[in-house]
């Protein structure tokens, strides 16, 4: 059983910039040990909205607290419980080596030495970068920096991680490893809050996720639920014969068009079953199905284009 427990809650939280209104009265809770995705197109207020849990940005007003404390105001506690990735590269030490990011980190937090090296090597080892421990941060490859800045937001083992697009330029393998990485934190119990645009990885991963656009909340849920509300589901029957006019389907929407049957809209497997029951009473021969549910990438663009337009 989860906790009731409520890890961040935005309230009321409103972010303008000179000329740009980044978060537009954000209301929005995410529960302990949820893994939760925020999504939305560029400029969206994704990373200012992290930001503000961070401490690295100031509501213009409202608030963000988490684990019921104010993330301005109790800054330095809030700081302990949350690891954050960044979306942009801030590993610019360019005088220590990739090990000693990692301690010097650790010391932050107050870790002590010796413990710092420990969680140090045992990240190093995790992602990969073992044989690069001595080498600086200018000698990593894209995809290497993306595993340091992970270990980074790790190293004193938050309860919370926040991470900014971390599956941004990396390669196959890399963004495997990622999710399968959140997966086991999430399973231990962390609270994940993740950005990305790659939707069918928010689908695969978040318990529920956030739609923003232009700084304003235009949809919460589980995938599954949002993509069932739209009606994009879509069924291709291949006949191998042609199908009677007056073949009667009541309330589908359908077409036929060179001896293919199309269904479109919100279907249940009833309505399938339907037309393949009256194509078999007609004495109509199918030589393939083809079948594809709505993804959250198509209701995430019926929502923020429905919002533009
Ligand atoms: N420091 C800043 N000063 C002025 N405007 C800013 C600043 N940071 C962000 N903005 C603006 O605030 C809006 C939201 O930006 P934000 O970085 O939060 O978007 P995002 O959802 O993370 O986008 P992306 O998917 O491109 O990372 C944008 O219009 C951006 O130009
Ligand atoms: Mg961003």
Known sequence: MKAERIAISFQHLHKVYPNVLAVKDLTLDIQQGEFFGLLGPNGAGKTTSIQVIAGLVKPTSGQVIVNGLDAVRDYRRVHRMVGVMPQEEVLDSWFLSVREILVYNAGYFGIPAREAGRRADELLERFDLGEKRSAKVSELSGGMKRRLLLAKALIHNPEILILDEPTAGADVALRRQIWQLMSELNAQGKTILLTT????????????????????????????????SSHRDFVEIELASSAPRDLKLPGLNYTVENGKLRLAGTLEDEHVLEVLNALAREGVKISAIHAERARLEDVFLEITQGFRK
């Open 197 to 228: 645009h790659y939707l069918e990885e928010a689908e695969r991963l978040c318990e529920r996720v956030a739609i923003l656009d232009r700084g304003e909340l235009l949809a919460v849920g589980p995938p599954a639920e949002l993509t069932r």
